[in-house]
Each structure stands twice: as C-alpha cells, then as structure tokens.
C-alpha cells in the first residue's frame, strides 16, 4: 500500500468496455507498523472475504489511477479523487465523488438508485419492479465506487484463474488487515503482474486494493479506504430528493440494468440475457478475458464527414471527430476480422474496428485480434 492520490478516470464505454472491473488501488491513511495478525490459509481468507456479512459503515476512500487511458470525445468519464462512501449493511449506499469543481452523488436503496451531478444539474433515477429487482441491484452497485464491493468483485472474477497467497499484513485506515495476493496462472496471457487486496482481519471486508502492471513497480489502479468508521448510518442518507430544478431523466431497469453481473444463477442468467441484447460477447476468461461489443447505435446523430465506413453514426457524440481522434492515439490494425485501430494504455488496450465494434482487454494486441477472429 503507497501513500499517494491521483483521479480515477473511468471511461464509460468503447475502449474502456473490458477494463471496467478492473478498477481502483488504495493507498493506507498512514505507514504504521504492520500489524501481527494469526496465520490463515490463503483459501479460507478467500471463502471469509467472500462469505462475509455486508456492514454498515461511512468511509472516505481516496484513489490512484495510472492507467493512462486517453481522453475520447463523448465519452462519460468519472474523474476523482476521493469519495464518501455510506451503506447500511443492507442494500442501500451513498457513495459521493468530490471532484475538484463538482460533487456526484450516487444513492440506491430498495426500491430505487440516483445519480445527481451538482455541475450538471441533472439526475438519472432508475427504479424497477420485483421482475427486474436483482438485477437493476447489481448494476447500482457497480456504479458505487465502493472499494469494499469493488475488491470482493475482483476476487470473485480471478479467483479461478489466479495463484493466491497471504503476503503480511498491513494497516489499512487504522484497521488490521490480511494481504491478500492475486497473480495470473502462466497460462493467462494478460499484461498484469498481480493485484492486492486488503482485507478486514475482523470482519472479512475488503478495505482496498491495488493492480500491477508487467514492468512497473507501482500501481496501475489503486482504491481503498483512508477513513473509515463501522456502525449504524442515518436512514435518511439513502433517500434522495433532487434539488429545485434538476433536470431528471428516468428509465426502468430493463435498461439500467445493463450489463450487470448476478453472483447467483438466477442473476447469471439476467446477465447473459442482457449482453445478448447489446451484442455484448466475452471470449476467454480470468485476466486475458476480452470483452466484444458492438458501438452503440443509439446516440445522437451528427455524423463527421470523415468517419470511418461502417461506424454507427454519432457512435462517439455529434459532431466529434472519432476518426481523426483514434488516428492520433492509436496505431492500424488488421485481421481476419477485418480493420481497425488499436489504442494501448499501461494495463491493456482496446481495438475499436471499422465495422463498427470494440475488443478490449488487460492482454496484449495479438490476443485481441486473435479474439476477434474467433467471433
């Protein structure tokens, strides 16, 4: 764990469609002496971790972010520092993101999730029914910058691919915890190096964790708690009434739930029903899985006069010039599959194709291409 703080950018598609759930590190509030903790097997702090009862607490966690993922026009980011982050060791959250000119609140409780940008004056409210329940729950959450859900998801997603061992301790936010240390098996072919995460010695909660890259001594990604304080929150923090003159925009949680991952059968399935409707294909899995899917087609027309042939129009926003923005950051590519671009940051890249689809990874290039020609 390093004491340092820079904003997380998180691109909310294209390149960054197969590097989403590998966000965030954390850094300890302090460099205390590591703690001496009874010795654990590095599988039964795995099933703790993963068995463990939610709690309510209220937290800051702070972020490290050194991905190098490039600026695309029209696409929504996240950029932050820090956040607050409140759960009552149910279902409801608050998470609140401070951003140097603004405040991004989410809060999602039983019957309903918000997202209100204080600069935009705008809010997403997403309810659903009790069809739709589990699955509009899972996409809340993976919208909260939680580094207690982020890190449990992370080990739940590599466990299978991954060698695991209990490297120390460390105190993390003044609590005691377990080093837990996920590297790929030799078979993955993935540009990361391993990740860790910091877990809770008394109550199995992941307080934070980092990512490594190949060839680098510091984290690539980093998210974890520099505060926190277990117990009861007020109720009223997971309610939420936007302020006068908000525009709100509503949907269902047909369409909020998106992509989300259930950790059950039943939510496994609502997944797979809901990339099959966005075209949305994963080829392989663990660290050099990569993610397929197609640009959407939904967005505001205002096509540039020089997009390349096949891209849906507005793909990337009216009026921008994704052509000539991919030709700056990015190198041609080709295969079976056809052409396209190919955009590298430190933990992996992304091919967006000239058809009109994105392939992106923690893998080398070659993996990439290789996934596309598979489909």
Not at 47 to 71: C, D, K, R, T
Not at 113 to 120: K, N, P
Not at 253 to 275: I, L, P, T
Not at 326 to 340: M, T
């Amino acid at each position: 764990m390093r004491p340092r703080t820079k904003a997380l950018v998180a691109a909310g598609s294209g390149i960054a469609a197969g590097l989403a759930g590998l966000a965030l590190t954390t850094l300890p509030a302090g460099a205390d002496d590591d703690p001496v903790l009874p010795a654990i097997e590095p599988e039964a702090l795995v099933a703790s971790a993963l068995a463990a009862e939610p709690q309510a607490f209220s937290g800051q966690a702070e972020v490290s972010n050194e991905l190098g993922l490039p600026a695309l026009p029209g696409v929504d980011a996240l950029d932050f520092e820090s956040a607050r982050v409140f759960h009552d060791g149910q279902e409801s959250a608050r998470v609140q993101l401070e951003k140097p000119t603004s405040e991004v609140t989410f809060v999602k409780n039983p019957d309903e999730a918000w997202a209100y940008d204080s600069q935009e004056r705008a809010a997403r409210h997403v309810t659903w029914d009790d069809a739709d329940a589990a699955a509009a729950r899972e996409h809340a959450e993976a919208q909260l910058a939680d580094p207690a859900q982020a890190a449990a998801q992370l080990i739940e997603q590599l466990r299978p691919t991954s060698e695991i061992v209990v490297d120390g301790t460390a105190s993390v936010a003044g609590r005691a915890a377990y080093e837990l240390v996920l590297t790929p098996k030799p078979s993955e072919k993935t540009l990361l190096r391993e990740v860790t995460v910091a877990i809770d010695e008394q109550t199995r909660m992941p307080l934070a964790f980092d990512v490594y890259a190949n060839g680098r001594t510091d984290p690539v990604l980093s998210l974890g708690f520099t505060e926190l304080d277990l117990g009861a929150q007020d109720p009223t923090l997971f309610d939420f009434t936007p302020p006068q003159g908000t525009k709100v925009e509503t949907t269902d949680a047909s369409d909020a739930a998106g992509h989300g991952a259930g950790k059950d059968s039943a939510g496994k399935d609502k997944a797979a029903e809901r990339m099959a409707e966005h075209s949305t294909t994963m080829v392989g899995d663990g660290w050099d899985a990569v993610v397929i899917a197609d640009l959407p087609s939904d967005l505001p027309a205002d096509l540039p006069a020089d997009m390349p042939a096949g891209m849906p129009e507005g793909a990337f926003g009216g009026g921008q010039d994704l052509a000539g923005t991919l030709a700056q950051i990015g190198q041609p590519v080709s295969g079976a599959f056809g052409s396209g671009t190919h955009v590298g940051i430190a933990v992996g890249g992304a091919i967006v194709t000239d058809d009109g689809r994105v392939a992106a990874g923690a893998v080398p290039q070659q993996v990439l291409v290789d996934a596309l020609d598979q489909q």
